[in-house]
């Protein structure tokens, strides 16, 4: 079949097409790093210059020469973001809480209880994912209205616990445990609940991990839901204090404290990211897939 | 086409942080592979017979050593440029794509003057599948098929190019028992229809002394024995190549040679002069065993196993190294099952003497 | 029997409740709000039933604009955002040292608030009286004029909104495509690579057909989240998004809710419905092509 092919150069050329390639490779994958990293990078440069050093910079420097952390005093005590703060990390828990409680029930009911009609109910349930919270906001503003729960933290935590989603997470990975376990315990005289958070739960221990945490994190980048209810500064959360510092507060002249501010808040979940990174992204990652 | 293994040698460095050194998966294995011939690499799993497939087709970079197709040295040539043709051993079929375009998947990447025209594409794509017999197939996705049959199509695609070397990984390891038996006898007829050199890796002895031209022992990355199965199953190299070859297994005793005699525990079972004094290992294969009211050698009686054919009979000895030795009789023979003992002689030709230390075969002749 | 199943539907209530009160009952609540008219919320009256709400929001410049706004948006960043996905993907199943770390890094802006984020971008994109933006720094380092992203022309302001999407939704697609293209069994590139398979056919014979339920599924859900577009508006733009021009279709619904005197909640279940109805048949749209062109 070959003729006289000189093999070591064809040896040598693929290796050397190998590492051009992966430069560009490399090449292209740093580009966008930096256009991932560099809005970080420049949140927190700009919160430590100073105020007249910002503004008098016509064109933006890359660096500060004087780093100073006024911003982050002035952000603190001109808007109450302490506040917004606590509001986000108490409305933050009690909703996650809420949730897993809700959450691990109806789970456990769909993956091993008996019960007639079992069948029909997840699959109205499924139906319910379809509906997007857009349309759901409409009425549970009016409802939240008029049971006079605006501006309050049952209003803001109520609507929000409900998720079908986290549910089908957690019913398959409980369907993934073997039913002799269940049985086997039935037999032992184990009651259905003790069953639950005696031997489920500890199994399913990654996945609430995860679940917990995305709850988290939808919980404190929460923005709409907030906006509409609450119009009183005294309970807002972290996103939408944000906003009202942008258009009202100090934001339009003072940008480094806004940035300060923007820091702040962006701290507690990124420290998060970091050192539940893997969890978080293998949870998506399943999250999605099974979408 | 004739393949050439000089001094191979592939060592995988070690990625686990406890332990130490490295892994060396094949260790300095030189071999010489005629036209045309089916061989057989054989070990346990870990013995690096895989290893040595991926190195022969291009897949692995060897560590040292070269690898010859005939006269060319294709150490350095990445596996497109080789012409070998592989099936893997879960086939590796696109399940996008139906049996017809699986096959003919290969031939559309030849480039230049080597392109084909499309009639002669679908030629030779039909001549693969009428090699394997899957003709009928054609139009069926691999999904839709059984194991057997997508094997048969992982073998018609290896082969539509042409190769200059054919390479199995654990062809049968994916079949039931049934199928086995059968896809083995196909793997043979295709090999002798198109005489092209063919290499196959497995860990099941029977598979490979059946089939193979030649087969290679290997363990631990080191090549024990080559030879054709008779050869190697008649005169093994050491216990390992012993132990490994043979259904039922061979049986190993303790025992002793002193003053040119053989013996097992307390029983001297046959002369061996020649053979300096010292403990040994000795293997007695199931069809070793005579059965004799006088014979030397003296085991406590199991039970009687009837297999129609032959019997076979499971006793014990103090000096044997399991628990139940296990031999093969003629069923013409009638063993006394009353009794507590029984006695056997041993046929020379199926007993091997092996040093204690080195495992491996002394040679003697009892005649 | 009878006991368990109590239980089972004991076990449910909570969800059942929480469900049912703040899901199924809105759901039907819209449903009957976008077809009363002239629906006055202090009295909690109406005149009656038709098709009025519908036809003043059809006819409305706002509804409008935001429904220009949000197609530009949709069409533009949902094939950009896959297409860049699925090159970042690729490249990083290509390289093995360092993968871990780009990952991570990739998947930042996903935990991150959108509207704090969206605050950087536009410090970063405006041009003020005081000072050029760092972007148009970068753009005069190009040669090129400088432009206002923020408060300037409306393409610019376009760009800006499909940019921050872009990179807003980028770790999600990444995450999937990256574990997609891992998930694709080694042993077909391995026999891909014995039968000489040039690197593009490789690519689109085996990886493309192997991962396209997942890239389907990206397109799917990206065109539903693209519609659904409101947030990262307000991060850029603030909550006057009117003013801008750069309303969306989400972000009317919220202004006819909350708005000028308490809400119309009318225009607003109306203009809601005709949104679910737009995407409801662009995903019908999408899973029909789906059907024909996601290989097994």
């Known amino acids: 079949m070959a003729k006289q092919v000189d093999y070591e150069k064809i040896g040598r050329s693929a290796r050397a097409r190998g590492a051009a390639g992966k430069t560009v490779i490399y090449a292209l994958l740093t580009v966008w790093a930096v256009m991932v990293l560099f809005p970080f990078y420049w949140m927190v440069l700009t919160s430590v210059k100073s105020y007249s050093a910002y503004n008098s ?44 409680l809700v959450v691990v029930l109806a789970a456990f009911a769909f993956a091993r209880l008996d019960f007639r009609g079992k069948n029909i109910a997840f699959t109205l349930f499924l139906s319910l994912m379809m509906i997007p919270s857009e349309l759901v906001v409409i009425t549970n503003f009016v409802t939240i209205t008029n049971l006079g729960l605006r501006n309050t933290f049952t209003g803001l935590i109520l609507p929000s616990v409900t998720s079908v989603f986290y549910i089908y997470l957690l019913k398959e990975n409980f369907e993934q445990i073997p039913g002799e376990l269940y049985r086997a315990a039935k037999v032992d005289g184990t009651s259905d609940f003790k069953y639950l958070v005696k031997v489920m739960l500890p199994i399913s221990q990654p996945t609430i991990v995860t679940i917990t945490i995305l709850k988290i994190i939808e919980c404190w980048n929460s923005y709409v839901w907030p906006r509409l209810i609450t119009d009183d500064a005294a309970y807002f959360l972290v996103s939408n204090g944000i906003q009202e510092i942008r258009e009202n507060g100090f934001g339009r002249e003072n940008i480094p404290a806004m940035m300060a501010a923007v820091v702040v808040i962006s701290v507690p979940l990124i420290v998060l990211f970091l050192i539940f990174h893997k969890k978080i992204m293998a949870g998506v990652s399943r999250g999605g897939t099974k979408g | ?162 190769p200059r070397v054919l390479l199995l990984d654990e062809p049968l390891s994916n079949l039931d028992a049934r199928l086995r038996l059968q896809t083995r006898e196909e793997i043979r007829r295709i090999q002798q229809e198109t005489k092209i050199t063919t290499i196959f890796v497995t860990h099941d002895q029977e598979e490979a002394m059946s089939i193979s031209d030649m087969i290679v022992v290997m363990k631990d990355g080191v090549v024990q024995q080559i030879g054709r199965p008779q050869d190697v199953y008649d005169r093994p190299v050491n216990l390992f190549v012993a132990k490994f070859l ?45 059965l004799r009211d006088d014979g030397p050698l003296c085991c406590g009686l199991t039970r009687v196993e009837v297999m129609g054919r032959d019997t076979s009979v499971v006793s014990t000895h103090p000096a044997a190294v399991s628990v139940s030795i296990r031999s093969i009789i003629s069923a013409e023979n009638r063993v006394n099952t009353d009794s507590a003992a029984v006695r056997f002689a041993v046929k020379p030709g199926k007993t091997f003497i092996f040093d204690r230390d080195t495992e491996e075969r002394v040679h003697f002749s009892a005649e | 029997m009878r006991n368990s199943n109590l239980k089972g539907w004991l076990y449910l209530l909570p969800a059942i409740l929480f469900l049912g009160f703040f899901m199924v009952y809105p759901l039907v609540d819209v449903l009957v ?70 990952q991570t890094i990739f998947f930042l802006p996903y935990v991150t608030n959108t509207l704090a984020v969206g605050l950087v971008f536009m410090i970063l994109f405006k041009k003020t009286a005081y000072s050029e933006g760092m972007i148009n720094l970068l753009i005069h380092w190009f040669g090129g004029e400088s432009v206002d992203f923020i408060d300037g022309p409306y393409w610019a302001k376009m760009f800006v909104m499909c940019f921050y999407t872009i990179w807003v939704v980028m770790p999600f697609k990444i995450l999937i495509l990256t574990s997609a293209l891992a998930s694709v069994n080694q042993d077909y590139y391995r026999a891909a690579r014995v039968d000489a398979t040039p690197k593009w056919r490789i690519f689109t014979q085996i990886t493309l057909p192997m991962i396209s339920p997942m890239v389907f599924y990206l397109v799917i859900t990206g065109f539903i989240g693209a519609f659904k577009a409101y947030s990262d508006e307000v991060a850029l733009f603030g909550t006057d998004l009117n003013a801008a021009g750069m309303n969306t279709i989400v972000g009317y619904v919220y202004d006819m809710l909350y708005g000028d005197s308490g809400g119309y909640p009318s225009y607003a279940s109306a203009a809601a419905l005709i949104l679910f109805v737009i995407v409801l048949t662009i995903t019908c749209i999408n899973l029909l092509v789906s059907k024909k062109h996601v290989h097994y």
């Open chain 1, 57 to 100: 910079e016509y064109i933006p420097r890359f660096f500060t020469l004087s780093p100073t952390l006024q911003n982050y005093a002035d952000a603190f005590t001109a808007v109450p973001l302490a506040r917004y703060f606590l509001n986000t990390l108490v409305f933050t828990l009690v909703t996650t809480a809420v949730m897993l």
């Open chain 2, 1 to 162: 086409m004739r393949v050439v293994l000089e001094h191979l040698t592939k060592i995988f460095p070690n990625r686990n942080k406890k332990a130490r050194g490295d892994v060396i998966a094949v260790n300095d294995f030189t071999f010489e592979i005629p036209d045309g011939q089916l061989v057989g690499l054989l070990g346990p799993s870990g013995c690096g017979k895989s290893t040595t497939l991926n190195l022969i087709c291009g897949l692995e970079k060897p560590s040292s050593g070269k690898i010859f197709f005939g006269d060319d040295d294709v150490t350095d040539l990445p596996p497109e440029n080789r012409g070998v043709g592989f099936v893997f051993q879960n086939y590796a079929l696109y399940p996008h794509l139906t049996v017809l375009g699986n096959i003919l998947f290969p031939l559309q990447n030849l480039k230049g003057s080597a392109r084909l025209p499309k009639e002669e594409m679908l030629r030779r794509a039909e001549e693969a599948a009428h090699l394997v017999q899957i003709d009928n197939l054609l139009e069926r996705k691999p999904g839709e098929m059984s194991g057997g049959q997508q094997q048969r199509v992982a073998i018609a695609r290896a082969l539509v190019k042409m």
């Open chain 2, 246 to 290: 043979g259904t039922p297994p061979i049986n190993v005793f303790e025992g002793r040679v002193k003053d040119g005699r053989l013996f097992v525990g307390q029983d001297e079972i046959l002369p061996a002069p020649g053979v300096a004094d010292r403990p040994v290992y000795v293997g007695i294969r199931p069809e070793g065993f005579v």
């Open chain 3, 33 to 102: 709000y976008s077809f009363e008219e002239g629906y006055n919320f202090a009295s909690q009256t109406s005149f009656g039933v038709g098709l009025y709400n519908y036809s003043y929001v059809l006819h409305d410049g706002y509804f409008l604009q935001a429904v220009k706004n949000t197609f530009i948006l949709v069409v533009i960043t949902v094939p950009l955002s896959t297409g860049i996905a699925l090159l970042i993907s690729l490249g990083l199943n290509a390289v093995r040292p360092l993968r871990n770390l780009y």
